[in-house]
């Protein structure tokens, strides 16, 4: 029986993992999951095992949080142990966080095949970890699963053409599974009072973002100067640094914004699907808002996701207050261009096949 470990440490990580798991529990593939705790909150974390019904870690690792050069040492010291104890056929690695470096790096040092699920993103901005984390991983794995055309485009043009694979998105496999559950379980526009299309939902969590002083100032007082209904799940890390930039009580004093911890796959869901509009600097976010046909503001500069901008769902403004308070009033998809260039719902089948099933 082939033995598979898979790395996985963050929210979209667990996402991404379910489907691929389900599918290589049905042709019998031994799967060993190891949960690197780069995530280590409940909502964060525990709550989507539970709702994405993916079975406990075979190993959490506990790592938490950090600078990235401890947090990626750790893991990568706590991956290699459970690595030369368990002997795995392969490391399956997910996306672009310090989990799936770490992961990869373990795996390649001990002479283990390397596949990595979302290869070949591109935002062309190496001041992001998450890119220095995908383009060094790309370039160890030996199976590249790549979502879309321009990721198998981003790879050739590495030099990269061996072993790479065109298989669709895995989110959007997760997403067509799980959409459905969501509707019929989740009570959050209940909880929070909310109705649906009249409301914008916000999610603000990458460092370039949180760890800059006047990029969220300017994130946040678009928000409330915007006086539309916001809905705001914020990150622990964004938590920490509104108290520490002393953003917390303006927000707090703000009639516009509903400002909430932050929610499980299934809540998130829903809360997307209503939105009137969506404002995030989250990749998965970003994607999630495509699939399901909401207009889509980016608060960065590039995206890795750049078909969803191609489509006209999605438009960049960095942490520009004022392009930031223009493109909330003005901003239409025209509701036309939709090329499902993320595959059809199968990627996790055609995964799974490639990988031995």
């Known amino acids: 029986m082939m033995k598979i470990a898979t790395i996985v440490g963050a929210r979209p990580q667990f996402i991404k993992m379910a ?7 049905k042709v019998g593939i031994d799967e060993i999951i ?3 705790g780069q995530h280590y909150d409940y909502e964060m974390n525990r709550i989507f095992f539970e709702q994405l019904k993916i079975r406990e870690p075979d190993y959490h690792l506990g790592v938490g949080s950090g600078s990235h050069g401890y947090q990626t040492g750790e893991m990568l010291k706590r991956i290699e142990e459970v690595l030369m104890k368990e002997e795995p056929d392969l490391v399956l690695v997910y996306g672009d966080t310090n989990s ?9 040092k001990l ?3 390397v596949a990595h699920v979302e290869a070949g993103l591109r935002s062309f901005d190496k001041r992001m970890p998450e890119e220095i984390n995908r383009v060094l991983t790309d370039h160890v794995s030996d199976l590249l699963f790549a979502p879309t055309e321009t990721a198998v485009k981003n790879l050739h043009n590495e030099g990269i053409k061996e072993g790479v694979y065109l298989t669709g998105d895995v989110m959007y496999d997760a997403l067509l599974y799980n959409i459905k559950i969501a509707r019929k379980k989740s009570r959050i526009l209940e909880e929070l009072g909310i109705k649906p299309k009249e409301y914008l939902l916000v999610t603000v969590h990458r460092a370039e973002n ?15 100067e915007s006086d539309e209904l916001i809905v705001f799940p914020a990150h622990p890390r964004t938590q920490k640094y509104l108290k520490t930039y002393r953003l917390m009580e303006k927000i707090e004093n703000a009639a516009n914004i509903i400002l909430i911890p932050p929610v499980g796959y299934l809540d998130m869901l829903v809360l997307e699907e209503n939105a009137k509009k969506i404002l995030t600097d989250s990749g998965g976010v970003q994607k999630e808002a495509y699939f399901l046909k909401v207009p889509c503001i980016t608060l960065r ?28 009033k003005e901003f239409r998809p025209n509701g036309k261009t939709y090329t499902h260039k993320f595959g059809d719902g199968t990627a996790s089948k055609k995964i799974t096949k490639i990988l031995g099933g």
């Open 100 to 108: 799936t470096l770490a992961g990869a790096l373990a795996a390649v």
């Open 34 to 36: 190891i949960h690197t």
């Open 301 to 328: 500069d590039r995206t890795e996701w750049v078909e969803t901008v191609e489509d006209g769902w999605n438009v960049l403004v960095g942490a520009d207050k004022r392009r930031i308070l223009r493109v909330i």
């Open 111 to 113: 002479h283990i095949k």
């Open 210 to 224: 949180t760890d800059n002083r006047e990029n969220l100032e300017n994130i946040i007082e678009a928000f409330i």
């Open 19 to 25: 489907p691929v798991s389900r599918e290589l529990e």
